[in-house]
């Protein structure tokens, strides 16, 4: 008889035993369907020995093992995703279900090909037009979706839709999700390579074909052709039959990546992310799992994809924080992404302008190789950066851009060309008051403030959703017409440039306004024809955008990031501003950059006018080393939420009333963690701090074991954490 122990998709219950009834083959790998008591349940069949501590349950009795009743037509998660999975699992504490469910991040790919009935307009009048069909007719334009996902996207009901499709408006289109994907061409149209970008190619295409891991840091300056550069090593992939993973960190990103992407190689490539239709989902899974994407871009979910036979994994941008996952299981997609590279064997490339320290230090400790692009490609120079001292020039009362900033986009606007203007700021302000009994309106599930977003008319939290339409008269004092909106977003940015330079077209970019690829590419097209003077963004418009007649860039706060104090403050500024200081000046004229600061001495922002990357990555690595920080320290936070305030006090009291008392191994807290209380839960934190060498996993591992807490109480740990509040 054969037995297999399987993890299933309940954190609770570890790893299972299962009998393998005969005939059936479940090698490991497998996705199965199980059952459990009445029920079924999905499992993968896991290699013997190789489970972790906590889901080794002792072997099930023989004479009570129920046997696995099917295996799904998948083919089963292949070696190196196992592998991938233990460590993720291992390494950041997380339940092995929890990693296992991401790889298995389509439930209709599971079930086998098929047919998926979509439907889409025919182009026919209907007899009799209502206020809803009209609004179908004019949203549903170019769709074709499921009747669920076209209800959403038209946002009427699917008995509206139904009622069209017998009116014969709409018509079925029975979709195969096994269709395959036209292959990129490796020879579509590859660019001649400068010298420069030539040898770092060289040296990827080099480990390419070696079939070896290798990380590499590709480290180039904005403009220098990066994705050009670590495009050939895709071709060296495509050209050996193997499947190519690249990583960006914002969907809003792939838009533009799409464009350059089908230049060089012909057809546009797979994508993967978190808006996709669930039919494109099932298709995009089967095909990556059976080798037919060849090439995948994705947000960091499609770390986690069974690849058929991986070559190659990019990860562009990778400073960015945003590979940093903060919910669920707590990961960094940069630092997996290496890992993955290490089971697969092969070459991994970080692609980036401002590199993260841990990326550097690792280069430099011969782990990582890194390959420099030092200029921009084709002789474009880099901006000429200046700062504006705010405390000398200020702007007027009630405005936020002082008199040289506006005078440069005056100057553009005459010239026809584009400007960016950059606060990290969603909204039209982020603090909003009565003026007459300065009540201030606060979230009531977080310790947030209320931002006021004037374009959508309401009052909304960044960090839960709530919203409420703006209110007519103050809650607490009931005087009408009393709101006071405080400081800058990028709306009222946008209104002052508006109110300055009354012909400017300015365009708000936001994770509001560019909230799908459809809207991402929509902007990019329009800038690309010049329809738009003046972009003013948050970390949106830092990155990845190529926009040739883009010549000034205005920081308009460079200071805010570095209120937080985190960690990070410092480095995080630095590659804001870096970043989208190199959004100016990459066509053939020169670009400005200027930065308003009340700090012009302080050493971020005086590294940034010099030009002097080196000199500030030093003195920070310093002063990290010193403090026994992150890259040259281990930290970790544990997190202790509940909705109730004392429960999760007495659950952080109880944690951290049985520290560990270990050399070399700081523990702080438990505190009420900045953010005290968000989505109505009451949070409390402890950092642990500790040297490189501890083994911090099996401390908090141990540590935690024992502790049991009311159902109430969550207990997160977040290894190697990227937020403090
Ligand atoms: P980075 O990502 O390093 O900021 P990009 O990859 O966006 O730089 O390249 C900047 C611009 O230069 C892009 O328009 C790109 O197409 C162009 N470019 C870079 N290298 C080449 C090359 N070898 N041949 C033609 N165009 C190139
Ligand atoms: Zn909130």
């Not at 809803?132 to 699917?158: H, N, P, Y």
């Not at 024809?529 to 926009?547: E, P, S």
Request: aromatic share 6%; proline share 8%.
């Amino acid at each position: 008889m054969t037995r297999v122990r399987c993890i299933v998709f309940n954190a609770a219950l570890g790893a299972l035993d299962y009998r393998v009834p005969e005939g059936m083959d479940a090698p490991p790998g497998s996705v199965v369907v199980l059952p459990l008591g009445p029920r079924q349940i999905l499992g993968v069949v896991w290699d013997e020995g190789d489970l972790p501590g906590d889901e080794a349950n002792a072997p099930w009795p023989e004479h009570k093992l129920r046997a696995v009743l099917e295996v799904l037509p998948v083919p089963p998660l292949p070696v190196a995703l196992r592998r991938l999975i233990a460590w993720t699992a291992d390494y950041y504490l997380a339940p092995l279900s929890a990693v296992a469910r991401m790889a298995l991040s389509s439930s209709a790919a599971l079930k086998g090909s098929g047919t998926v009935t979509e439907y889409r307009l025919t182009g026919e009048e209907p007899a009799r037009m209502t206020p809803q069909r009209l609004q179908a007719l004019d949203l549903l334009q170019g769709e074709q979706a499921t009747m669920r996902e076209l209800a959403e996207i038209a946002g009427v009901s699917e008995g509206v839709l139904r009622g069209m499709l017998g009116q014969g408006l709409l018509e079925p289109v029975l979709v195969d999700s096994d269709r395959p994907y036209p292959a990129p061409d490796p020879q579509f149209a590859a660019p001649a390579l400068a010298e420069q970008q030539a040898e770092a190619a060289a040296e990827m295409v080099a480990a390419v074909k070696a079939h070896t891991f290798q990380p590499f840091l590709l480290d180039g300056v904005t403009g220098s052709g990066k994705t050009e550069t670590y495009f050939e090593a895709v071709a060296a992939a495509l050209e050996a039959g193997r499947q190519v993973l690249v990583l960006l960190p914002e969907i809003a990103l792939t838009a533009a990546f799409l464009g350059r992407f089908e230049a060089r190689f012909g057809v546009a490539p797979v994508t993967w992310h978190s808006s996709l239709k669930a039919s494109e989902r099932r298709r995009a899974w089967r095909q990556v799992a059976f080798g037919g994407a060849k090439v995948v871009v994705g947000a960091r979910s499609a770390l986690f994809l069974p690849f058929a036979d991986l070559g190659l994994v990019v990860v562009d941008e990778a400073h960015e924080v945003a590979f940093k996952q903060d919910d669920g299981v707590r990961y960094n997609a940069r630092d997996v992404a290496v890992m993955r590279g290490h089971f697969e064997q092969v070459p991994v490339v970080l692609a980036s302008a401002t590199p993260a320290l841990e990326s550097l230090q690792m280069a430099e400790a011969g782990r990582y190789k890194r390959l420099v692009l030092p200029s921009r490609f084709g002789g474009a120079q880099l901006p000429k950066i200046e700062v504006v001292n705010l405390t000398e020039l200020q702007p007027p009362r009630g405005r936020w851009l002082a008199p040289p900033l506006v005078e440069a986009l005056a100057d553009r606007l005459d010239k026809g060309e584009q400007s960016l203007l950059f606060l990290n700021r969603r909204g039209y302000a982020p603090l909003t008051l009565c003026r007459h009994c300065g009540f201030r309106f606060k979230c009531p599930n977080c310790s947030a403030w209320l931002v006021e977003h004037r374009l959508s008319q309401r009052l909304a939290c960044h960090h839960c959703g709530h919203e409420v339409p703006p209110p007519p008269v103050c809650p607490e004092c009931g005087e009408p017409d009393c709101l006071v909106a405080c400081g800058p977003g990028v709306e009222r940015i946008a209104d002052e440039v508006s109110e300055l330079l009354p012909g400017a077209r300015v365009a708000v970019v936001t994770s509001d306004t560019l909230a799908s690829p459809a809207a991402a590419a929509e902007f990019v097209a329009q800038a690309e024809a010049k329809a738009i003077d003046v972009i003013v963004g948050t970390q949106l418009v830092t990155k990845g955008f190529h926009f040739p007649e883009l010549t000034l860039v205005g920081v308009v706060d460079a200071d805010m990031g570095l209120d937080g104090g985190d960690l990070r403050a410092a480095e995080r500024t630095y590659q804001q501003i870096a970043q989208v200081a190199g959004r100016a000046g990459r066509g053939a004229k020169p670009g400005e950059v200027l930065i308003q600061t009340r700090h012009p001495k302080a050493a971020v922002i005086a590294a940034l006018a010099s030009g002097s990357r080196d000199a500030f990555y030093e003195a920070e690595t310093e002063a990290r080393r010193e403090a026994g920080a992150p890259p040259f320290g281990r930290w970790a936070a544990i997190i202790v939420s509940s909705e109730d305030e004392a429960e999760a006090r007495e659950a952080a009291r109880a944690i951290g009333g049985t520290r560990p008392d270990e050399p070399g191994v700081l523990i702080l807290g438990p505190a009420p963690a900045p953010l005290s209380l968000l989505r109505g839960r009451h949070r409390y934190r402890l950092l642990i701090a500790a040297r490189r060498s501890a083994e911090v996993q099996k401390l908090i591992r141990t540590w935690l074991a024992p502790l049991r807490f009311p159902p109430g109480v969550r207990v997160a740990v977040d290894i190697d954490p990227y937020s403090f509040v």
